[in-house]
Nanobody
Framework: QVQLVESGGGSVQDGGSLRLSCVAS????????MAWFRQPPGKEREFVAA????????YYSDSLKGRFTMSRDNAKNTVFLQMDSLKPDDTAVYYCAADQRLILSSLQQPTAYDYWGQGTQVTVSS
């Protein structure tokens, strides 16, 4: 089992940047496929990015590709989400998720992930 704790959220102006962190404890993060999701106010949780375990490929939501970058530091058991050129529409609670059996066809589905963090709020103002 793995426990996930996100941090790094906050309030920024339109066009600003933030870097979110997700620290995993309990198990080595390299053995899990990791992902970021977000949930805007009043909306469903949506896929942001995912990275397959054991140095696998990273996938992004088509609408966010080029502005958001996901990375992993296995030595620190941490995954990151660098968010640049932020827009008010990026306002949401951002969640980190993990799973050991993730497959490509389901990586954008929240139900494919067994473990979740508590979320961190990101607010972008115009």
């Amino acid at each position: 089992q793995v426990q996930l704790v996100e941090s790094g959220g906050g309030s920024v102006q339109d066009g600003g940047s933030l870097r979110l962190s997700c620290v995993a404890s309990g198990r080595t993060v390299s053995t899990y496929s990791m992902a970021w999701f977000r949930q805007p106010p009043g909306k469903e949780r949506e896929f942001v990015a995912a990275m397959f375990r054991n140095y696998g490929r990273t996938y992004y939501s088509d609408s966010l590709k080029g502005r958001f970058t996901m990375s992993r530091d296995n030595a620190k058991n941490t995954v990151f989400l660098q968010m640049d050129s932020l827009k008010p529409d990026d306002t949401a609670v951002y969640y980190c998720a993990a799973d050991q059996r993730l497959i490509l066809s389901s990586l954008q589905q929240p139900t494919a992930y067994d473990y979740w963090g508590q979320g961190t709020q990101v607010t972008v103002s115009s």
